[in-house]
């Protein structure tokens, strides 16, 4: 249950979004449909331009449990009764998998706590029931410990036992990732002159930096999983990752020397597109979650990430320059799965594994503070004395910090 005004201050949000964009946005809009019938949309947007008009329909949970897939059949009959371009269902508490696949074949967009944060802010979640997710799409953890452990192992530095990092703890993440099926346009050499063809390529983006981790030319499998470990919080958006690949294709687009065609290639390289592409269309995504055994290495007071894919027990350096990037966000899904109850079922090997870690750090407290800004705390040590207190888990960019009782 929330309040009446937790959930009319993520409607007003969601209005404000779109008219910073050019659309003029109503709240609690009733309008009749071809039907008769009278439906009450929780924010309804519209734009003219010389292709017409565009009108959007938002549905607005501000829940604790995701919704389930009734909401997206619901906005669906809405949109085709009423003559609707768009629909979106915002989700505090997220979207059930069976949701999620109703959503995509009906073609409405869902924006979940990730979302609503990277669209509008850390204030629009400030009193909202947020839980992470407990099931999604993904892919299955087929890896054993034993395997993760010997290619952590592997990678460590020293020689001989000398210099060697202490392995302080391995766990188990849930990445948040974006599948992109993209129909890319590419010129094909031939004998007397150069053809475009298209081709289809399926590019697994993580959702913490938008890293490039793993293309194919055919579609995975996925399946629901149960997100049993840790969940860091998406910190990019598909409509991102997509610009930056734009910008990538632009830049690159009239290489004509040497030097300018290697960068190319390079650069084509990191965004999973053939070197000689001349334009892509997204045609489809999927959001999803890939699950890595991650390392924490330590010596001589550095640290580092080791990630191993637990479907594959393959290392990947892309998830790991991610994590250290976003070691915040990693370390506040930590200290959230830490709170979550076992159910008692779950209490024997499973895959989630926590090596205690030899470590001076002061033990945390049972329950973490809250941010004034709505975020997760985090704990940290003061440099000057190593003294414990709480952070905010977005900083630099909110430095509010508590001190431990």
């Known amino acids: ?45 519209e734009r003219r331009d010389v292709a017409g008009t565009h009108r959007v329909a938002v549905e607005c949970k501000a829940w604790r449990s995701p919704v389930e897939k009734d909401v997206i059949y619901k906005l669906e009959k809405v949109m085709q009764d009423v003559g609707l371009s768009k629909g979106i269902v915002v989700s505090a508490g997220g979207l059930r998998a069976g949701a999620r696949v109703a959503a995509e074949q009906a073609h409405i967009e869902v924006w979940g706590p990730d979302e609503i944060r990277q669209y509008l802010g850390d204030e629009a979640l400030a009193g909202l029931p947020l839980v992470r997710p407990d099931e999604g799409l993904g892919i299955e953890v087929t890896v054993a410990r034993g395997v993760a452990e010997r290619e952590v192992k592997r990678a460590r530095g020293g020689f001989a036992g000398v210099g060697t990092e202490e392995i302080t703890s391995i766990d188990l993440l849930w990445i948040p990732a974006f599948e992109l099926q993209l129909a890319v346009t590419r010129l094909r050499p031939g004998i007397v002159n150069d053809r475009e063809e298209v081709i289809r390529r399926w590019n697994l983006f993580e959702a913490l930096t938008g890293r490039l981790v793993g293309q194919r030319d055919e579609p995975r499998s996925f399946v629901t ?181």
């Open 1 to 45: 249950m929330t309040s009446a005004g937790t959930w009319r201050n993520l409607e007003l949000r969601v209005a404000q979004y779109f008219q910073r964009n050019s659309y003029t946005a109503r709240t609690n809009q009733k309008e009749t449909g071809r039907s008769g019938l009278v439906h009450e949309i929780d924010v309804l947007a």
């Open 225 to 405: 999983v149960a997100l049993d470990a840790a969940v860091p919080r998406r910190q990019k958006a598909s409509p991102q990752i997509v610009s930056e690949m734009r910008r990538t294709l632009g830049k690159h687009r009239t290489a004509k020397t040497e030097a300018a065609q290697t960068a190319r290639q390079k650069a084509y390289n990191a965004i999973g597109l053939p070197g000689s592409t001349r334009e892509f269309v997204l045609e489809a995504e999927k959001p999803v979650f890939v699950p890595y055994f991650v390392a924490l290495l330590r010596r001589k007071g550095r640290e580092r990430f080791i990630a191993i894919h637990a479907g594959l027990g393959a290392r990947s350096e892309a998830v790991e320059h991610a994590l250290h990037e976003k070691v915040d966000i990693v370390t506040a899904a930590n200290a959230d799965a830490s709170k979550r109850p076992v159910p008692d079922g779950d209490r024997g090997d499973g895959p989630s594994i926590v090596t205690p870690a030899s470590t001076s750090t002061p033990t945390q407290p049972p329950v973490a503070a809250s941010c004034r800004c709505g975020a997760v705390m985090v704990l940290r040590q003061r440099k000057a004395d190593g003294a414990a207190f709480w952070g905010c888990s977005t900083f630099p960019r909110c430095r509010h910090t508590l001190a431990i009782d």
